[in-house]
């Protein structure tokens, strides 16, 4: 299941009881019932992701689809607008976190950073959203965002 930055800082300390009912309920009915679909695993819980969306999504103003924030957006102003969803994030343990559709490498950068600045052990993924299976909306390489 994937919870949204939104979600979690609206339920505030619940978050967690969330998570862990979430993880109760799906383990103990759906998940084990469907283990011995996949004989040889030992699956015993679900597995939460948290869904982190991109800068733009947060604007709801289209710039998700161009990854063109305006000169006003640097490294800086990225890292503290995850930054404060992290926090909210990572206090309710989820198993992963999933930062979705990025559109540029900067954005990519700012996510990167802020896990390893704030030593976050969370696994986690970043989505970014691609044109043409090589490149970003921002026009930047696919390639080059990820040797970052």
């Not at 009881?17 to 011995?36: A, E, K, W």
């Not at 992963?96 to 559709?101: K, S």
């Amino acid at each position: 299941m994937l919870w949204s930055a939104q979600l979690l800082h609206k339920y505030g300390n619940r978050s967690q009881n969330i998570l862990y009912s979430f993880r109760t309920l799906t383990s103990v009915n759906s998940l084990q019932d469907g283990v011995g679909c996949f004989p040889g695993n030992s699956y015993n819980r679900a597995l939460v992701a948290a869904l982190i969306r991109s800068y733009g999504a947060y604007l709801a103003d289209g710039s998700e689809y161009s990854g063109c924030y305006g000169p006003g957006v640097n490294l800086d102003k990225l890292k503290d607008f995850y930054g404060r969803r992290l926090q909210v994030i990572v206090e309710a343990g989820p198993d992963l976190l999933a930062f979705e559709t990025i559109p540029n490498k900067l954005e990519a950068q700012a996510c990167v950073e802020l896990l390893e600045e704030e030593n976050i052990q969370i696994p986690s993924w970043i989505f970014f959203s691609s044109v043409d299976g090589e490149n970003a909306p921002s026009g930047e390489s696919l390639r080059s965002a990820l040797r970052y």
